[in-house]
């Protein structure tokens, strides 16, 4: 599976984006797909995840309530809807694919827990 992630770019606090990964071959269905982060200086995080059939997610405490993580299995690709963005959401955000098979655990917010990463596509929120 191939990854390639977009719609980055400067928005003002409080603003809105919306990220698009999408995704090649015929499998994307299979998988489950998620969405990190990484600030400068800091290790990759965690923010949101869907289940393979689209019935569960599940997202990071810091972005719960703004962010909606959705998916569009016949256009392969899979969303990321950023609202009252803030500094702290400034980051490169990467897309992820992990088996279906991997259960649904706390394992999937580790970057270990991801089995395809795609390119990651920058994020800065100016304040």
């Known amino acids: 599976v191939q990854l390639q992630a977009s719609g980055g770019g400067l928005v003002q606090a409080g603003g809105s984006l919306k990220l698009s990964c999408t995704a090649s071959?015929?499998?994307?269905?299979?998988?489950?797909m998620a969405w990190f982060r990484q600030a400068p200086g800091k290790e990759r995080e965690f923010v949101a995840r869907?289940?393979?059939?689209?019935?569960?997610?599940n997202y990071a405490d810091s972005v719960k309530g703004r962010f909606t993580i959705s998916r569009d299995n016949a256009k392969n690709t899979v969303y990321l809807q950023m609202n009252s963005l803030t500094s702290e959401d400034t980051a490169i955000y990467f897309c992820?694919?992990?088996?279906?098979?991997?259960?649904?655990?706390?394992?999937?917010?580790?970057?270990?827990?991801?089995?395809?990463w795609g390119t990651g596509t920058q994020v800065t929120v100016s304040s």
């Open positions: 992820a694919a992990f088996s279906r098979l991997r259960p649904w655990s706390d394992s999937l917010r580790r970057a270990d827990g991801m089995d395809y």
């Open positions: 071959g015929r499998t994307f269905s299979t998988y489950g």
């Open positions: 869907i289940a393979w059939n689209n019935i569960s997610t």
